[in-house]
Structure formats: structure tokens, C-alpha cells
């Protein structure tokens, strides 16, 4: 199979990509592993903002719905319950649907990978019942499953927050915020004065001293600063924070830097969303931890700059339209996340990580 | 428990169909995944752990950790988390590492 | 960690102490861990255990999370059947580059 430009990821950024890449006229493939587009927009039920100013203020699976009829507009090959395995010699992307794995020989590559979620240790945290936030989220939003009755969450993040308020609002009982620094990691201190006023108790410097239970988690026992106290709980969601997913550019041979304000190791890229691989772009949570507006805007950057190379947009034309929207991500990115950023664009000159592996 | 009627996004379970776990019928909805179709049923051991025999179930729901590993069909280690429930689907928990050699021209 | 008999690596089912040891016997790398105990050899291959390694070999050194590099990222990207990968291929250099270990001669194993 033969494309223009080949997106891998079909969340808010690989959307935003395909748009801007497929309404200049380009053959533009999106490939994703899950069974619709929207990537984790489809199990966020909160109001996203802001949002790039081309957008109302709106929910996240109202943003996927969107997003998804707008390349509806343009001829987007869509390539769902698909996903990348690995790249041929030629540099054909091997892209499998289960049943095959077949080549996808693309001009331009986007990478939207996405980001991962981290784990938090504790004994016996491997068993039934404990699972990331994210898993929770996509149970209750997604699948329409309760996945307890009474929980925790452990870590206090944006994300903990709005899971926290999206498990009480189906009837379950968050028993604590379990956070081991003294403060909310939480940027908007709105959502944590929501859960203080439902009366959700936050422990501060503490953490899970260990789980237990009969084949689930039953019960813990929580370390607070100066005794243990033991809940009943089966259900323990964690928030260890969030990091690029980063296996796709390993294969592409991306050379990586680590911007702790991005979230550990991100794939080198300069203003243009080029990676060092100058056919292989990079937009989204992949080039940076961060909200839904830098993830669009990201996405449409990374697209516009594909469509350059591709002669589908003048040079100049291209220009301006990046200027725009780094200006606009200045605007809506937060501060340290954003000064992270043009700290990475500068390094992009001396890639710490490149070709270190020897095995 | 299924969500019949979610706060936000209303009703949204309209097609029923019924799965075997271990051989026991449950009912789950189409579109849901395994995984979470178990869980919904109270079902949240999908297998055990490949060293210690540890009891595992749903952890990441994004295909990433394989902590969710089940047979489904006939077919070993099939990730419970990304994968829809079809009716009459058979699903068992995950208990062993499948048996990968076998004979050639074994009849 | 408190309990140093916390798994870390919940596929291999490797514990904070296995990966401790290796960093008390010189192990700054992902890789060193991971070659000595097989944390992250298992099926998820490190997608879970990396940045809980990373803070361990962090917290026991005192090296900053930017003087520890990632692991080794191989293919296949996520698991994938044998049987795809190979049989049902539709070209048949698929085989060839994506068991990227696998040499070819005229089809056959070299």
C-alpha cells in the first residue's frame, strides 16, 4: 500500500494531522489498534478548555465526534483494529491486522502515539481490582462498567481529579486522594475544591503501605505521616503521571532528549514538529505531555509541515501558519510545560539519546 | 454492574448478548470488551501470574501491560482489554503459558 | 521502597530486591536490570516497568533521570501471533525485516 502521508494514532493530535494534511489534496492513511477514532477522547466526558480558538469549549468524546466528521469531508483511509508492529528495511511501516502484516510505503510519517500511563508500586499492587485512572475512566465511560464500589485513588494529578469526580458521579464511593508529596500535583485547583467539598478526604505524604485481599483487592492498609489507617476498598485507581510513548520512534531511529517538563524522554524535534528523521513528524502527548489545545495545535503544526514537504502548501504560506499556532500554544500551553518545550526545540541540535544501544 | 444509565452519555447499552466464562453464562453488552464485560459480572481474576500463580485482572485497559491475557475461543493469551465480546463468545481465564511446541504431521 | 518484596516487573514477576541487587552490583541501565533478572522480558516487554526501574536505579545512585537511557524498543512493537507474522504474511519480506534477526538466502534461513 502506497500513501502521501501515513498518521499512527487516531486521537486528537493524528485527527488534527489528517486534516490538515488530507484537505490539501494529499493521501493521508490513519492507523489505530482500537475500533474507532478519537483515541482517549472517547471516554472523557469533562469540558475540555481551552481549546484552540477554531473550536468551542466542548467534551472530549463532543471533540472526537467532531474531529471524526471532519475528515469525513476528505478521502482519509482509515485503518482501524490496525496497528504498527515494526518497519521494514525500506522503511515501509509493517502494519498488521491480526490475520496479516503488510507493508505501508508512506512519503511522510506522523507519529501520534500518545502517552502512557505510569504505575505506582506498592505490595501487591498486581492484583484484581487495582488499575491505572485511565482504565477506570475508559470502564465507567466507555464500556458502562462499574469497576467497584469503593475506591482510592492514589496520586493527585488533572487526570486523578476529573476520574475522581467522573467515578463518584456513577455512584461510586472514592473513599481518599492518597498523594505522597504535601500538596495536589493538580494544575486547576477548581476540580481538587470539588472533591474537598464532597467531603473526599486528601492524605498528604502518604501512600499505599499494602494491599489485600481474597484473588481482588479487599482492603488497604494507608502509611499517613503518623499512623497506618486500613480501608475497605475494591477498587484502587493510580496516577503515577503520564509519558510519551515512545517504541515507534525507537524502530524509526529518532534520536530522543529527556525534558522532565515534557515527561521524561521525548523524541527530538524542531519548530516544524520534524523529528531528526526528516521524513517522520511528531505531534501530540508523543512530543510532550500536555492538554487538549497544544495536542491539536501540535497536530495541525506537525500536519502543515508534512503537507510543506509534500508541496501541498507554499513555503511562505506554510510559515505563517506555523507562526500562528506556536504563538497560540504559547497562549494556551501551561507555562513550565511550554518553557519545557522551547527548551527541547533548542536541544534539538545535540540529541542526547541517538544510537547508544549496542546488543 | 452495568451502566445502564450514565450520567453524561444516557443510555447506551441496547444490544445484549450472552459470553461463557469457564463454561457459565453471563450477560454483557456489544461493543464492551471482555474484560470489562467479566468485571461487570463481578468477575475481575481473568488468569494468574506466569511465576508465582498470582491472581492478575484489568490493570492498563489500553493493550499495553498484558495483565488482562485470556483465551477466548480456543486462542491463548488474547488481551482481554481490546477485545469486544461477541455472543456466544468462550472465554477462560488465563492459567498457563499456552503449549507453543507441537508435533508436525502429528496425525 | 519499604518492602523490597514489591513485584516491579509484573510480568516476570521480579521484585524491587532482584532489581536492587543488580544496581548494587554495578547496574546503572534499564538493560543491565533487565539482562541479569529478565524484568521487562515478559509480555507487555518494559512497557510498565521502565520508569518504575528508572526511579529505582535513580533513587539507589542518586543518577538523574536523564543519565538513565531507555531500554531497547525491539520489534514486535505490541505481541503479535507467530502465526501472522509469519504464514499469512502477504509479502514475504515481511519475515525478513520485521524478524529483523532472521537472514534470508533465497528464501531460506541463512
Not at chain 1, 296 to 324: C, D, K, N, P, V
Not at chain 2, 73 to 87: A, Q
Not at chain 3, 33 to 55: D, F, H, W, Y
Request: a negative charge; hydrophobic letters at 40%; glycine letters at 8%.
Amino acid at each position: 500500500m502506497q500513501t502521501d502521508v501515513l498518521i499512527i494514532g487516531g486521537g486528537p493530535a493524528g485527527l488534527s494531522a489528517a486534516i490538515e494534511a488530507a484537505s490539501r489534496g494529499l493521501d493521508v492513511t490513519i492507523v489505530d489498534e482500537a475500533n474507532q477514532l478519537g483515541g482517549q477522547l472517547n471516554q472523557q466526558t469533562q469540558e475540555l478548555r481551552p481549546l484552540p480558538s477554531i473550536y468551542e469549549s466542548m467534551r472530549g468524546f463532543e471533540l472526537a465526534h467532531k474531529l471524526i466528521e471532519q475528515i469525513k469531508d476528505y478521502n482519509v483511509r482509515q485503518l482501524l483494529n490496525h496497528r504498527v508492529v515494526g518497519f521494514y528495511a525500506d522503511g515501509s511501516a509493517g502494519i498488521t491486522d491480526e490475520e496479516n502484516v503488510f507493508p505501508v510505503n508512506a512519503k511522510k510519517i506522523i507519529v501520534a502515539s500518545g502517552a502512557a500511563e505510569k504505575a505506582v508500586a506498592f505490595p501487591k499492587w498486581t492484583m484484581p481490582g487495582i488499575m491505572t485512572i485511565g482504565a477506570a475512566q475508559t470502564l465507567i465511560n466507555r464500556d458502562f462498567v462499574m469497576p467497584g464500589r469503593e475506591a482510592v485513588i492514589v496520586g493527585s494529578s488533572d487526570f486523578a481529579m476529573e476520574t475522581a469526580i467522573q467515578l463518584m458521579d456513577v455512584g461510586i464511593r472514592v473513599k481518599a486522594i492518597i498523594e505522597k508529596q504535601s500538596g495536589t500535583a493538580a494544575k486547576e485547583q477548581e476540580k481538587v475544591s470539588e472533591l474537598t467539598r464532597k467531603g473526599i478526604p486528601f492524605y498528604f505524604n502518604s501512600f499505599i503501605k499494602e494491599a489485600r485481599g481474597n484473588g481482588q483487592v479487599e482492603q488497604i492498609d494507608v502509611a499517613l505521616p503518623d499512623e497506618v489507617i486500613t480501608l475497605n476498598v475494591d477498587l484502587v485507581c493510580m496516577d503515577g503521571g503520564r509519558a510519551p510513548i515512545l517504541d515507534v520512534f525507537y524502530q524509526l531511529g529518532c534520536s530522543f532528549g529527556f525534558q522532565e517538563e515534557l515527561g521524561g524522554w521525548v523524541p527530538q524535534y524542531n519548530n516544524r514538529l520534524q523529528t531528526d528523521r526528516e521524513d517522520v513528524f511528531i505531534a501530540g502527548n508523543a512530543a510532550g505531555i500536555s492538554t487538549h489545545g497544544p495536542l491539536l495545535l501540535t497536530g495541525m503544526i506537525a500536519g502543515i509541515s508534512a503537507s510543506e514537504e509534500l508541496q501541498a502548501i507554499s513555503h511562505a504560506e506554510a510559515h505563517e501558519m506555523r507562526e500562528a499556532l506556536w504563538k497560540e500554544l504559547g497562549l494556551l500551553e501551561y507555562k513550565e510545560v511550554y518553557s519545557g518545550r522551547v527548551k527541547h526545540l533548542e536541544n534539538f541540535a545535540s540529541p542526547v539519546l541517538k544510537d547508544q544501544f549496542i546488543s | 454492574m452495568h451502566i445502564e444509565k450514565h450520567p453524561v452519555l444516557g443510555r447506551q447499552l441496547h444490544k445484549p448478548v450472552t459470553i461463557y466464562f469457564n463454561d457459565q453464562p453471563y450477560q454483557a453488552y456489544a461493543q464492551q470488551s471482555v474484560a470489562a464485560a467479566l468485571m461487570a459480572n463481578g468477575i475481575k481474576k481473568l488468569g494468574v501470574s506466569r511465576k508465582l500463580v498470582q491472581s492478575r485482572g484489568l490493570f492498563c485497559s489500553r493493550g499495553r501491560c498484558c495483565s488482562c491475557y485470556m483465551t477466548i475461543d480456543g486462542e491463548d493469551h488474547v488481551r482481554s482489554c481490546m477485545t469486544e465480546v461477541e455472543d456466544g463468545m468462550r472465554i477462560n481465564s488465563n492459567m498457563d503459558d499456552p503449549e507453543v511446541r507441537r508435533e508436525i504431521n502429528a496425525d | 521502597m519499604d518492602d523490597k518484596s514489591t513485584i516491579i516487573c509484573r510480568c516476570e514477576e521480579i521484585s524491587c530486591e532482584e532489581v536492587e541487587e543488580v544496581i548494587s552490583n554495578g547496574g546503572r541501565t534499564f538493560d543491565d536490570v533487565k539482562r541479569i533478572t529478565r524484568c521487562g522480558m515478559g509480555p507487555c516487554q518494559a512497557k510498565i516497568c521502565t520508569s518504575l526501574v528508572a526511579e529505582i536505579i535513580h533513587q539507589q545512585t542518586g543518577l538523574s533521570l536523564s543519565e538513565i537511557p531507555l531500554p531497547r524498543m525491539r520489534m514486535p512493537i505490541s505481541p503479535i501471533k507467530l502465526e501472522t507474522l509469519a504464514t499469512n504474511s502477504t509479502s514475504f519480506s515481511a519475515v525478513k525485516s520485521v524478524l529483523d534477526e532472521v537472514e534470508l538466502e533465497e528464501g531460506k534461513v541463512r
